[in-house]
């Protein structure tokens, strides 16, 4: 299974651009990079998934560069609401998805 | 839809008891996995089903933990007997086909063993 890395923490204000990165240096050529957005009290909510290059979606845009060992995970403009904790999931149908420790990110007025 | 239902919501109960959990999947999603999340470990993927058959159970911590799905609509995780390590919350997700597709989580279901 490919391990992810991201950092633990996070913080921001309102309204500025959030870039949160993650790490899968064994990353298998068929596996894909998602991402999950958790609130207090909730389940996982699916946000974004990618293979290469770039994904965007209502939401959020997924940066895969060609060698894929990594992903970044971008957030236009957040606002309080947007503090939650972010899981990057790397994998494919043949294997399960591992949820690591996530990425805390705070947002401050 | 109504998305993924887990009863109950909050369940209190005392070392030894047996704790049933239930989970009602999104109508047509073939897949279900069942969660648990501590602060120490994080979310954890106990079990996952495909099309009502368990696939992989790895994750399930030790004999005391069962699960089933009888059928498309339904499945259950029980703890018998319970411990107070048990006590965390427990996710229920279904997805359409596979871990590879979207899943969509129920509410949990909170539980604490005394």
């Known amino acids: 299974l490919a391990k992810t890395t991201q950092p633990i923490s996070m913080d921001s204000y309102e309204g500025q651009e959030v870039n949160i990165t993650c790490s899968h240096n064994?990353?298998?050529?068929?596996?894909?990079i998602t991402w999950y957005q958790q609130f207090p009290s909730q389940g996982p909510r699916f946000i974004i998934q990618?293979?290469?290059t770039k994904v965007t979606n209502e939401v959020a845009s997924l940066f895969i560069p060609a060698d894929r060992k990594s992903s970044t995970l971008s957030l236009p403009r957040v606002s309080l609401s947007d503090t939650a904790v972010y899981y990057c999931l790397v994998g494919n149908a043949g294997n399960m998805l591992t949820f690591g420790g996530g990425t805390r990110l705070m947002v401050k007025p | 839809d109504a998305g993924v239902i887990q009863s109950p919501r909050h369940e209190v109960t005392e070392m030894g008891q047996e704790v049933t959990l239930r989970c009602k999947p999104i109508?047509?999603?073939?897949?279900l996995f069942w969660y648990r999340q501590t602060m120490m470990r994080g979310l954890e993927l106990l079990i996952y089903f495909n099309n009502n058959v368990p696939i992989d159970d790895s994750g399930m911590p030790e004999d005391r933990f069962s699960a089933k799905m009888p059928n498309a609509s339904f499945s259950t995780l029980k703890i018998q007997p319970s411990e107070p390590r048990d006590s965390a919350v427990y996710f229920c997700?279904?997805?359409?086909?596979?871990?590879?597709?979207?899943?969509?989580f129920g509410p949990g279901t909170r539980l604490l063993v005394l």
């Open positions: 064994n990353i298998a050529t068929n596996d894909y």
């Open positions: 109508s047509g999603h073939n897949s």
């Open positions: 990618g293979y290469k």
């Open positions: 997700a279904s997805s359409t086909r596979g871990v590879q597709e979207t899943q969509y």
